[in-house]
């Protein structure tokens, strides 16, 4: 596609549920990051992939996060039993290959989570 | 782990006037990139700038990998420049960010 996508834009949820994110990457980058952003503050990396292997997921705050990227493109963060701590603005980049040469990162819109 | 400082943390300033941002990083890098979020909080990728200097209409950037710092100039700015400017550092594909210089143009 043309940028990133991402989607639900918005989304409210009770604690106990489970959420998923999705991310469409740009047509043909490589590398897929996922990063939260809390208001006021820089993004906070989660997770990366290159292709369809996750590369590193230090991140990711524990064991109720987790991502996929089966084919290679759209991506899936998936947060069981949410918590109202989870609450953030969770952002998914993409970039041609890797953070070295060629690796601007374009970032979609954003998906808004608010867990009550 | 490595640092990134960017300053000042505020900028006021009326429409038409000129601004340095400043960002400073403790550790060297393999790559340095600026970004814009506005206020509607789309996050924008200005430059991916490692060094030298680069410019794109009325902003460039200037980083000086050995002394471990980069310049976002924004001229003659306009109330649509306001938002926070970002530059994060690459670190084996991490990029770690600084807290960021929220910019606001009165017009």
């Known amino acids: 596609g043309a940028g990133v996508s991402q989607s639900p834009r918005y989304k409210v949820t009770k604690r106990g549920q489970d959420v998923a994110l999705r991310c469409d990457p740009i047509?043909?980058?490589?590398?897929l990051y996922w990063y939260r952003q809390a208001l006021g503050q820089g993004p906070e990396f989660l997770t990366y992939f290159n292709y369809e292997a996750q590369q590193d997921k230090s991140g990711l705050p524990n064991d109720r996060f987790s991502a996929e990227r089966p084919e290679g493109s759209i991506s899936t963060l998936t947060i069981q039993r949410t918590e109202q701590r989870d609450s953030a603005m969770y952002r998914c980049a993409s970039s041609l290959y890797g953070t070295g040469e060629g690796g601007e990162l374009f970032f979609g819109e954003g998906s808004r989570l608010t867990v009550l | 782990g490595i640092q990134v400082e960017q300053s000042p943390p505020d900028l006021i300033l009326q429409e038409g006037a000129n601004s340095t941002l400043r960002c400073n990083f403790s550790?060297?890098?393999?790559?340095l990139q600026w970004f814009h979020q506005n206020p509607w909080g789309q996050l924008i990728n200005l430059f991916y700038i490692p060094s030298g200097t680069k410019q794109n209409g009325r902003l460039s950037a200037t980083t000086v990998a050995t002394e471990r710092y980069s310049l976002l100039y924004i001229s003659s700015s306009q109330t649509t420049d306001s938002g926070v400017y970002f530059c994060?550092?690459?670190?084996?594909?991490?990029?770690?960010w600084g807290a960021g210089t929220k910019l606001i143009i009165k017009p």
């Open positions: 994060a550092v690459d670190l084996n594909y991490q990029l770690i």
């Open positions: 047509s043909g980058h490589v590398s």
């Open positions: 550790d060297s890098v393999n790559n």
